[in-house]
């Protein structure tokens, strides 16, 4: 499975962009799709994740209220809308996907991911 993150770009504090995660190969509603970024300076880390099974969702504690990850069925994708953004949220965001693990908060961890998509940029100007 090959991933392909887009809708990066800039914007000022409060607004919002779109991120989507395409893959080609499996479908991606095989798997459980996972956000992370890389601030700069700063280790990856978890933002979001849908998953397959249930459909149910999860959110870093810094973007719950402001993101929102969905499934746009038509396109095979998975988006990623970010609201109220801050200039805390400027990073690199990539998009993973994998099957389903079991225990708690695997989610979170980008080891537990089989496949990336290559980064897309996202400034946030105050």
């Known amino acids: 499975v090959q991933l392909q993150a887009s809708g990066g770009g800039s914007v000022h504090a409060g607004g919002s962009l779109r991120l989507s995660c395409t893959a080609s190969g499996d479908p991606l509603d095989d798997y459980t799709v996972g956000w992370f970024r890389q601030r700069p300076g700063k280790e990856r880390e978890w933002v979001s994740s849908l998953f397959n099974s249930a459909g149910w969702t999860e959110y870093a504690d810094s973007v719950k209220g402001r993101f929102s990850i969905s499934r746009d069925g038509a396109r095979d994708a998975v988006l990623l809308q970010m609201n109220n953004m801050n200039a805390e949220d400027t990073a690199v965001y990539y998009c993973?996907?994998?099957?389903?693990?079991?225990?708690?908060?695997?989610?979170?961890?980008?080891?537990?991911?089989?496949?990336w998509g290559q980064g897309t940029e996202v400034t946030v100007s105050s």
């Open positions: 993973a996907a994998g099957p389903e693990h079991y225990g708690s908060e695997w989610f979170m961890r980008a080891g537990d991911y089989d496949y």
